[in-house]
């Protein structure tokens, strides 16, 4: 018997403003860094560290709750409750220790490690729901991601502030705010039954040829996407000469999630792996255009806000995609494989992407960017005639 359309609106609701607030905590770090400078209380190098623990934090998460299958085996309600309030509370604790010392650095590795037990475990109570739009819902949870994300850097400007403990005290509490939102919140009928501990699944990833591609083409798009969030700030003060871009940052990024609520629904009607390489094309192409077209402020903006709308627009596709290739039992597995292989990635990519702005320019440092979601694209083309056959 299917679940009336009324529960099933408001429990995504639910879901994806549970989501919106959590990941709040993921770019606190990085909002606060133009105060922690302007105080001599960072270097820039020491800056990066505060984005990367979160994401090598979020890597650790991943690979044990994959390992353990704990998305598929745990309760989901109540491991995104606990992770929430986990990641609540590490953020909260920055304002108590040194801004950019040891203690700082382990809380916000603390944050995104509980983040493991937030996205990848919405996608799967999003799926639960899925009927002929699967691309849609997970595209809903993507969005919420991205809008979460980008949230943090209205913190400093709504409190009339910009001091760092602002956007750390702000994310922390919309955290815990996001946990006790997900109390209401009903899986749908089409939540997987509880498998039995099998470590050896978390291979199957690379072991069946659609889902390998499926998750080339989220590698080639997690090359670009978290470095280009983390940066554009910089280029944006750059090409308008003002460090006052918090606004412009949140415009930029919060697009993304009208992109992936679009591509989420032309992708249930059309093939979703040829419009993620569609995405990722566009994407692609604005990273590489960008830094030439610096030297116009207005033409710049505006790219940037396409780069914004089609750098995640794909991101829900990468995970509808492994929905429909995996096991039913264990898509919360493969969902959380997916991500941890993809987060590693950003990892190394916001770390390096400093050191060749440095050396080589912001244009040339973007444009290294669109390497990676060229070579997806190629991936998710190849992926297209398997989606073909199995509809």
């Not at 940052?249 to 032309?266: E, I, K, N, S």
């Not at 627009?313 to 096991?327: H, I, Y």
């Not at 190394?348 to 702005?357: A, K, Q, T």
Request: charged share 10%; hydrophobic share 60%; net charge positive.
């Amino acid at each position: 018997m299917s679940a009336p359309a009324g529960s099933k609106r408001r429990n995504m609701a639910l879901l994806a403003a549970a989501i919106v607030l959590v990941l709040s905590v993921w770019f606190a770090g990085t909002v606060a860094v133009p105060s922690l400078i302007a105080q001599g209380l960072v270097t820039p190098g020491r800056a990066a560290w505060l984005t990367a623990c979160v994401q090598l934090g979020f890597v650790v998460g991943t690979l044990v709750s994959a390992v353990l299958s704990l998305a598929d085996r745990a309760d989901a309600r109540r491991l995104f409750l606990g992770c929430a309030v986990l990641a609540g509370a590490a953020t909260l604790a920055q304002v108590l220790v040194a801004p950019a010392g040891g203690a700082a650095l382990a809380l916000r590795f603390v944050a995104g490690a509980a983040m493991a037990g937030v996205y990848p475990v919405g996608m799967k109570l999003a799926a639960s729901w899925a009927k002929g739009d699967l691309g849609l819902l997970i595209g809903i949870v993507v969005g919420a991601v991205t809008l979460g994300s980008a949230l943090p850097h209205l913190l400093p400007g709504l409190a009339g502030s910009v001091d760092w403990r602002v956007a750390y005290a702000g994310a922390g509490v919309l955290a815990l705010l996001g946990g006790v939102l997900v109390l209401p919140f009903r899986a749908g009928p089409l939540l997987g039954a509880r498998p039995p501990f099998r470590p050896a699944q978390m291979l199957e990833a690379w072991r069946h040829r659609g889902l390998r591609l499926a998750n080339i083409g989220y590698l080639g798009h997690m090359w670009e996407l978290y470095a280009m969030w983390a940066w554009i700030g910089v280029f944006l003060a750059g090409v308008l000469g003002s460090p006052d871009v918090g606004g412009w940052v949140f415009g930029v990024v919060a697009a993304g999630a009208a992109g992936c609520v679009l591509a989420g629904l032309l992708a249930d009607r059309w093939n979703r792996a040829r419009v993620a390489a569609l995405c990722m094309v566009v994407s692609g192409g604005c990273a590489l255009l960008i830094g030439p077209v610096s030297a116009w402020p207005v033409l710049a903006l505006g790219l940037a806000f396409v780069w914004g709308f089609a750098v995640v627009a794909d991101s829900a596709q990468f995970s509808a995609c492994v929905v429909g290739l995996s096991p039913p039992d264990y898509v919360g597995t493969m969902l959380t494989v997916q991500t941890s292989m993809g987060f590693l990635l950003t990892a190394v990519m916001i770390g390096v992407l400093p050191w060749v702005m440095g050396a080589l320019g912001v244009g040339v440092a973007f444009a290294l960017l669109g390497i990676g979601p060229l070579i997806g694209a190629i991936a998710m083309w190849r992926l297209a005639p398997m989606l073909d056959r199995a509809r």
